[in-house]
């Protein structure tokens, strides 16, 4: 798999002493240097203002070696953290324009009323391919719908066929940007993104994430009379030239954040900015046939391995719904739950 540059720091020799180290040499050194004029202690021991002078410059050089790779204003846990990108981050690729082909396949059996979601991916994947790209560059997807026709489970799939780690973000539980983008030290909840913290944790920089439900983010006042939204804070992550120098605001560096595949779910437009869906074009997705409920039906009883007239009971249930643009995939799933639970359901004696 290639690797990519992904944080915009340089980091210091692996082999760099740590203080004790230099703290050893110095005082190693003053005492070889007082021995030549004579003024060495026979006790090998040095005064308290010359060990505070050897203190001082230790920190002195780890602070310049620090500010030279642009982390100085990091404390040592923080850099430690960051040590994960020293070789640089994996990128999942797809090598051939038969790969992507069968990856959309896959999708589109899954989930054939995805269509156009899927059409979008699988020309992005092709295009990425014959630009010789070192991983799939996908454009950020807003998918509009419904309740309950499987936006959000459609995006699990695609990290799936894709290789590649899922990060999901409720919308709904998370008021501002801060999910997504982290926030500055001083705020109670201050940390990186949760995007950051999968790719840190994984190593690959080319992850799926998934924001659900994004029309009902909530907007967070600060008490200097500052307003963040989710939306707005994710404008500089859709654009791919602003995300691959991203400044994240915890650590307060760069990091290449371009290569993440955004999924946005909503059930409407109401409330979205017209920055926000100038970048990422919302893609329109009807209800669900009885077609689409009976096939998924199919399709999740057999990897349960439940017995053809089991699946074909929940096929009944839904041929003899009148609406059945109003029968969710959860519903779906809670009948096939329901046929599982009797056929495994103990004899009783």
Known sequence: MPRIKFIDVTFPPSNLPSSFDIESRLKRHLHQLRQK????REDYMLEDSDRLKVRRRTEAYLNAVARKSGMGHLDKDDRKKLEVFRTGAELKTVETEHSADEIASALHAEMPWMAEATERVWQDMRASVRNGDPAPR????LLVGPPG????????????????????IEATGEPAAFSVT???????????????EGIMASGIANPVVV????????????NRGMRFSLSEGMLPLLERFTAARWSCPFFRVSFDMSWIT??????SLSGLPVPFLSRCPPLHLSALSAEDLKG???????RRSLPDDAIAAVHEVIAAIDKPQLV???SVVRMLDAVDQAIHRPVLH
């Open 37 to 40: 004029t004579g003024t060495a």
């Open 138 to 141: 996908l454009r950020p997807l």
């Open 149 to 168: 026709i499987g936006k959000s489970f459609w995006a699990r799939l695609l990290g799936d066929k894709l290789t590649v780690p899922t990060t999901v």
């Open 182 to 196: 982290g926030s500055q030290r001083g705020w109670g909840s201050a940390g990186p993104g949760k995007p950051l």
């Open 211 to 222: 924001v659900d439900e994004i029309e009902k983010a909530g907007i967070v006042d600060s």
């Open 262 to 267: 955004w999924v946005m779910t909503a059930n």
């Open 296 to 302: 998924f039906a199919t399709r999740e009883g057999g």
């Open 328 to 330: 969710s995939l959860r």
